[in-house]
């Protein structure tokens, strides 16, 4: 059974850094690109970041370009996305999820950005 | 980056009836449309993918067309487990984009 946890949301304050990670499980890991996916509260859904199975490239709206980057450890079978200069607007549930098109959400974990 | 717009944003239709939900991008997006489903409090599950292929375990009630910039998401018959927010993705090109989704409940 696929399975994606994505951990290490929580409060933060803008300005300062926040790390998530999704660890994968039930399928192999370095055989897929992974993405991260957010939703603001009552809101649409935003793609935020995606990185090729071999981790050598990795794709980022204009957003987030700059301040997040994602990434992963094949070994661990584990994607990361690292936030810094958080902002208000980066508040939402983040996604980890499997492949393009993407066929495996995880259950998301809730960043909020308030001082 | 290609924009892609939803209609309608809300919809109530009756058990059995035929839906019909419209995702509508800014340019060619060569049929790189996949279609999700969410419901309330929960993660969005695919139903389609390349504007009409049926993902794994999806029931064959739902079924995608279009080609160019209009796409469209078919329901043939509306079940009560259908109620959620649908909202199509273009992967042509980067960045991906999310249309914003319509809200479909029963009548």
């Known amino acids: 059974e696929v399975q994606l946890v994505e951990t290490g949301g929580g409060l933060v304050q803008p300005g300062r850094s926040l790390k998530l990670s999704c660890v994968a499980s039930?399928?192999?890991?370095?055989?897929?690109?992974m993405s991260w996916t957010r939703q603001a509260p009552g809101k649409g859904l935003e793609w935020v970041a995606s990185?090729?199975?071999?981790?050598?490239?990795?794709y980022y709206p204009d957003s987030v370009k700059g301040r997040f980057t994602i990434s992963r450890d094949n070994a661990q079978n584990t994607l990361y996305l690292q936030m810094n200069s958080l902002r208000s607007e980066d508040t939402a549930t983040y996604y980890c999820?499997?492949?393009?098109?993407?066929?495996?959400w995880g259950q998301g974990v809730m960043v909020t950005v308030s001082s | 980056d290609i924009q892609m717009t939803q209609s309608p944003s809300f919809l109530s239709a009756s058990v059995g009836e035929r839906v019909t939900l419209s995702c509508k991008a800014s340019?060619?997006?060569?049929?790189?449309l996949d279609w999700y489903q969410q419901k309330l409090g929960e993660a969005p599950k695919l139903l389609i993918y390349?504007?009409?292929n049926l993902h794994t375990g999806i029931p064959s009630r739902f079924s995608g067309s279009g080609s160019g910039t209009d796409y469209t998401l078919t329901i043939s018959s509306l079940q009560p487990e259908d109620v959620a927010t649908y909202f199509c993705?273009?992967?042509?090109?980067?960045?991906?984009?999310f249309g914003s989704g319509t809200k479909l409940e029963i009548k």
């Open positions: 993705l273009q992967r042509n090109s980067w960045p991906l984009t």
């Open positions: 039930g399928f192999t890991f370095n055989n897929y690109w």
């Open positions: 990185i090729t199975n071999s981790g050598g490239s990795t």
């Open positions: 999820t499997r492949e393009l098109p993407t066929d495996y």
């Open positions: 340019q060619n997006i060569n049929k790189y």
């Open positions: 390349n504007t009409n």
